[in-house]
């Protein structure tokens, strides 16, 4: 079974940049619907972004259209959340995840598998 660890959290400014890496090992990501996951405590957990099996098709969740970007290193087994125009309501643990569904949704009940978090924080 796949097996994801997220990297690249940190502290930022407001109107900085982040790019959060997820290294999966066990099996290819391409197999799978990929997404990435925020949570605040005692907020519920909200899909950000969603890459779908074939690479070319990606959803975001609205708040960050335009400043989010989704992708995928096939090689490397690795998804990545580039983050930029970064806003202090983007601070929370970020979780990648991972699902066998036959449809691909940002529906957290589908994701079978998880990182364990990275989390970011931005200052104003």
């Known amino acids: 079974q796949v097996q994801l660890v997220e990297s690249g959290g940190g502290s930022v400014q407001a109107g900085g940049s982040l790019r959060l890496s997820c290294a999966a090992s066990?099996?290819?990501?391409?197999?799978?619907?990929m997404a990435w996951f925020r949570q605040i405590p005692g907020k519920e957990r909200e899909g950000v972004a969603l890459?779908?099996?074939?690479?070319?098709?990606?959803y975001k969740y609205d708040s960050v259209k335009g400043r989010f970007t989704i992708s995928r290193d096939n090689l490397k087994n690795t998804l990545y959340l580039q983050m930029d125009s970064l806003k202090p309501e983007d601070t929370a643990m970020y979780y990648c995840?991972?699902?066998?569904?036959?449809?691909?949704?940002?529906?957290?009940?589908?994701?079978?598998?998880w990182g364990q978090g990275t989390q970011v924080t931005v200052s104003s």
């Open positions: 995840a991972a699902s066998k569904a036959a449809v691909c949704t940002v529906g957290v009940g589908i994701y079978n598998y």
């Open positions: 066990g099996d290819a990501i391409s197999k799978y619907c």
């Open positions: 890459l779908y099996r074939s690479g070319s098709r990606t």
